[in-house]
């Protein structure tokens, strides 16, 4: 079946710029999580959904960074007035129940912030 | 909250030696330890993983050992080729109050031929 999709996959923003990153999880999946991943580093947990309820956002390093899942199906993530230090991957990922189960990773949305 | 630390961060090895990466964690309620692979440009990819009830997982050549009195785990390659060549990532699962996997900073292993 199909995986975890991201799109887009690259995206170039201007400093101050508002991004929206879109993440597909695979279908049936209840858990939904964001990672963001610095050139070099493991992933960093932003935050976690159970269906539409957001449980965990102790990761979002700041209150420009948003994230929703409306229906409990597909997540968007946005950065608002994006910086420099924005820059990485940003990784989702979804699991068929709570975190104990494997997590599918999606191939990631590269943000360039200039 | 949980921290975990990966050693080494890069290893080199001749094709048909074996690879260990070591890990160890600090919450002592963590009780999920995944591997991913993670090949440049690539999205992580589970290789192994093993639960807390469990001393030690086998997969071909694939192997994961954990000392939960220790609070570490490892990841034993065996008869490595140079398709294991990647990142390693080893990561926790807090299970009290959160689901979320806490990462290593990942080892670059290079299989030479």
């Known amino acids: 079946g199909a995986g975890v999709s991201q799109s887009p996959r690259y995206k170039v923003a201007k400093r101050g710029q508002d991004v929206a990153l879109r993440c597909d999880p695979i279908s049936g999946h209840v858990s939904l999580f964001w990672y963001q991943q610095a050139l070099g580093q493991g992933p960093e947990f932003l935050t976690y959904?159970?269906?539409?309820?957001?449980?965990?956002k102790s990761g979002l390093p700041s209150d420009r960074f948003f994230a929703e899942r409306p229906e409990g199906s597909v997540s968007t993530l946005k950065i608002q007035r994006t910086q420099q230090e924005d820059s990485a991957v940003y990784l989702c990922?979804?699991?068929?129940?709570?975190?104990?189960?494997?997590?599918?990773f999606g191939p990631g949305t590269r943000l360039t912030v200039t | 909250g949980e921290n975990v630390e990966q050693h080494p961060s890069t290893l080199s090895v001749q094709e048909g030696d074996s690879a260990v990466i070591k890990c160890t964690y600090s919450?002592?309620?963590?009780?999920?330890f995944p591997w991913y692979k993670q090949e440049l440009g690539k999205r992580p990819q589970l290789i192994i993983d093993i639960r807390s009830n469990v001393g030690e997982k086998k997969d071909q050549r694939i192997a994961v050992t954990l000392n939960k009195t220790a609070k570490h785990f490892s990841l034993h390659i065996t008869e490595t080729q140079p398709e294991d060549s990647a990142v390693y990532f080893c990561?926790?699962?807090?299970?009290?109050?959160?689901?979320?996997?806490?990462f290593g900073k990942g080892t670059t292993l290079s299989v030479s031929s």
């Open positions: 919450d002592s309620a963590s009780n999920y």
């Open positions: 959904f159970q269906n539409e309820a957001q449980l965990d």
């Open positions: 990561a926790a699962s807090m299970t009290l109050g959160g689901t979320a996997l806490i």
């Open positions: 990922a979804s699991s068929l129940r709570t975190g104990m189960d494997e997590q599918y």
